[in-house]
């Protein structure tokens, strides 16, 4: 019953951000991460539910996930700004 309602809860948020604006998404194994997520992620979170990153840049987090390079991007607060895929 707890999974069931955590996925809902999961899905209504995710509905609400693909609502608000265009995001992109990175996954890693279960945790999903994304532009506009609620609550905001910090630095500190992100590297706890994916580890270390392949490299880093000032503000700057990246990740390689299939065959695509993922920058994360903080702002002043170390909350993530934005997700680019190159």
């Known amino acids: 019953m707890i999974g069931t309602?955590?996925?809902?809860a999961e899905l209504i948020?995710?509905?609400?951000?693909?609502?608000a604006s265009?995001?992109?998404t990175m996954t890693c194994g279960v945790h999903k991460i994304?532009?506009?997520?609620?609550?905001?992620?910090?630095?500190?979170?992100?590297?706890?539910?994916?580890?270390?990153?392949?490299s880093t840049s000032d503000?700057?987090?990246y990740y390689e996930k299939n065959n695509k390079i993922y920058?994360?991007?903080?702002?002043?607060?170390d909350e993530?700004?934005?997700i680019t895929v190159k």
Do not use: M, T
Not at 13 to 19: D, E, N, S, V, Y
Not at 39 to 51: C, D, E, F, T
Not at 71 to 77: A, E, M, S, Y
């Open 22 to 24: 265009p995001v992109d």
């Open 59 to 61: 503000n700057n987090l």
């Open 34 to 54: 994304y532009e506009g997520n609620i609550p905001v992620q910090s630095r500190a979170i992100i590297l706890r539910k994916y580890g270390a990153p392949k």
């Open 13 to 19: 948020i995710l509905l609400f951000a693909f609502g």
């Open 5 to 8: 309602s955590q996925k809902l």
């Open 71 to 77: 920058r994360l991007h903080f702002n002043d607060n």
């Open 80 to 82: 993530l700004d934005s």
